[in-house]
């Protein structure tokens, strides 16, 4: 049975695109990955092909419109049996390829594509979204998302009764930690607005016996730098740009506290379960998370952690030095999170994915 993926991002970064393609070609499969190229990393690929989609714009309107074009064309002249679109902005390309060639079409959203923070001020385009996916969800024979909020959002705004949650979660892997004797917090993902980055830069001005590493690439990096070096946290504040899985798998395992401090941006926000909590939870580092309702749930849950009070910035690091200096309390939570690794891991998903494609191939 052959599986197409199309998805926008870059394959080598994507690591929920990878996990979904190795487990579909470890289960007899025959997987070809659709993305964009990366001009910095060489995927590591074992199994199936991966294939690149170029446009000459890179994003925009344009880019959108010409991406699912050629996704289009490309399913057209394609033999696959079923096509696999992986978030809203491979959807309407994917949706019109699986009709003129009778295909079965998988759909799998990875956030509420429409409520991101990019689109909050532009009416006009979050309602071009919204009206696609309203049109081509439809069409899907299978609907997965991240998080039951995004599945109770999903069933309401389209009537559709049958939506999978498939987690993001990373690998189970056996780690050894080495943490420095200064604490490191840690931030890893991209650096676009409402991700509550700035936050913790302010929040280093009040730890000063604390380092923050921030890893990823995105639009506000530059003003990111610059708030660094104007609160003159130089020395406690490091950019380490975008890194491959297998360094970060090397790095988060050092930091003593992991943040996810998203802001409560609209609704994709509120609803998510952002990749980075279970790399951090995978790496055994016990994690400070925004008081928003799918994060706290599993974070009060799995008791991995704490869940911020105040986004007072003052406020915010005395809570974290609180924990830090307890250290009974913190070293109870690092035993948490350990156990928590042994559930919240791909191996424990994959089944899901397995079971789900196999429902769609019998239906």
């Not at 490309?74 to 696959?80: A, E, G, P, R």
């Not at 295909?103 to 009206?131: G, M, Q």
Request: aromatic share 10%; charged share 25%.
């Amino acid at each position: 049975m052959r599986i197409n993926i199309y998805t926008t991002s870059y394959f080598v970064t994507d690591q929920r695109v990878q996990r979904v393609a190795n487990t579909l070609s470890a289960n007899g499969f025959t997987v070809r990955v659709y993305c964009r190229k990366h001009n910095v990393f060489t995927p590591e690929i074992v199994g199936y092909r991966v294939n690149y989609i170029k446009t000459m714009f890179k994003k925009g309107p344009f880019f959108y419109f010409l991406y699912n074009t050629k996704i289009f064309f490309q399913i057209l002249f394609s033999d696959t049996d079923i096509i696999y679109a992986n978030d809203l902005d491979t959807l309407p390309g994917c949706a019109m390829g699986s009709i003129f060639r009778n295909k079965k079409l998988i759909y799998d959203s990875h956030e509420l594509f429409t409520e991101v923070p990019e689109l909050i001020n532009r009416p006009l385009i979050k309602l071009i979204w919204r009206f696609q996916e309203s049109i081509f969800i439809k069409r899907a024979k299978a609907v997965i998302t991240v998080s039951e909020g995004v599945v109770n959002e999903l069933k309401k705004r389209y009537g559709i009764k049958k939506v999978e949650v498939i987690r993001n979660l990373p690998e189970h892997n056996s780690i050894v930690v080495f943490r420095d004797k200064q604490p490191v917090l840690i931030y890893q993902g991209a650096l676009n607005v409402g991700r509550g980055i700035e936050l913790a830069i302010e929040m280093m001005k009040y730890l000063p016996h604390f380092k923050l590493l921030i890893i990823g690439k995105g639009d506000i990096e530059i003003k990111l730098r610059k708030q660094m070096l104007e609160s003159n946290l130089m020395d406690r504040v490091q950019f380490l740009g975008q890194l491959t899985p297998t360094k970060l798998r090397l790095i988060t395992p050092t930091a003593w506290l992991g943040l996810s401090l998203e802001e409560d941006m609209g609704l994709n926000y509120r609803y998510a379960l952002p990749n980075k909590l279970f790399d951090y939870i995978s790496a055994h580092v016990p994690v400070l998370v925004s008081d928003l309702p799918e994060m706290k749930k599993i974070v009060e849950k799995f008791e991995i952690g704490i869940v911020a009070k105040s986004r007072n910035p003052v406020d915010l690091a005395k809570q974290v030095a609180s924990l830090i200096n307890d250290k009974t309390s913190y070293e109870n939570i690092l035993e948490k999170v350990k156990i928590a690794s042994e559930r919240l891991n791909w191996q424990n998903e994959a089944h899901k994915l397995i079971n789900l494609v196999n429902e769609v191939i019998r239906n």
